[in-house]
T-cell receptor, first 113, second 117 residues
Framework: GQQLNQSPQSMFIQEGEDVSMNCTSS?????WLWYKQDPGEGPVLLIA?????ELTSNGRLTAQFGITRKDSFLNISASIPSDVGIYFCAGQLSGGTASKLTFGTGTRLQVTL | GAVVSQHPSRVICKSGTSVKIECRSLDFQATTMFWYRQFPKKSLMLMAT?????????EQGVEKDKFLINHASLTLSTLTVTSAHPEDSSFYICSARGTGTGTDTQYFGPGTRLTVL
């Protein structure tokens, strides 16, 4: 099935640094979602974006829904060790069978002290 | 709110046996449940979508006779891997969407790691 492209694939950063990752698609979505997955766990929803151009924050996290509806980015400010994990974007078309999610390839974040 | 559980969290079985995985929505009614499969260091791939009381819709390439899905109630869906083989070993994750959680928001379970010997 289709997957969204995320970059970077992985990153090592130092505690306290800001992090930026993005997600691109060849097709448009009505909703963009960002999830974090810890090892051996299911994804946890971080931020949901419902409108093109929307900028939404959740604590140290900020995400934007691209104007073209084909991309989104996630920023994490002042990273801490518990930010370690895999971050997935997901695109969704609303309504009926189109409500299924299409996931990105993931960005693996590792934070060093 | 919006908690989804899975049972078991880990299962090891012999090749040729069948394994059933349960997915429950604990504090909401799940009109739709989704089953995903995730290989190590890979993304989640949707296997099938099930609506309560009707047959599941499988994604292309997923064998419906091998991965049996039942969504008999608004709080429970089951995935049965029939005649399991080593290549079925994977991390299986369900998600649920329904009334009271927001229109289209999916909430994920903690996953079940299946190892077929």
């Amino acid at each position: 099935g289709q997957q969204l492209n995320q970059s970077p694939q992985s990153m090592f950063i130092q505690e306290g640094e800001d992090v930026s990752m993005n997600c691109t698609s060849s097709s448009i979505f009505n909703t963009w979602l960002w999830y974090k997955q810890d090892p051996g766990e299911g994804p946890v929803l971080l931020i949901a974006l419902y409108k093109a151009g929307e900028l939404t924050s959740n604590g140290r996290l900020t995400a934007q829904f691209g104007i073209t509806r084909k991309d989104s980015f996630l920023n994490i400010s002042a990273s801490i060790p518990s930010d370690v994990g895999i971050y997935f974007c997901a695109g969704q078309l609303s309504g009926g069978t189109a409500s299924k999610l299409t996931f990105g390839t993931g960005t693996r974040l590792q934070v060093t002290l | 709110g919006a908690v989804v559980s899975q049972h078991p969290s880990r299962v090891i079985c012999k090749s040729g046996t069948s394994v059933k995985i349960e997915c429950r929505s604990l504090d909401f009614q799940a009109t739709t449940m989704f089953w995903y499969r995730q290989f190590p260091k890979k993304s989640l791939m949707l296997m099938a979508t099930s609506n309560e009381g009707s047959k599941a819709t499988y994604e292309q390439g997923v064998e419906k006779d091998k991965f049996l899905i039942n969504h008999a109630s608004l709080t429970l869906s089951t995935l049965t891997v029939t005649s399991a083989h080593p290549e079925d070993s994977s991390f299986y994750i369900c998600s649920a969407r329904g009334t009271g959680t927001g229109t289209d928001t999916q909430y994920f379970g903690p996953g079940t790691r299946l190892t077929v010997l």
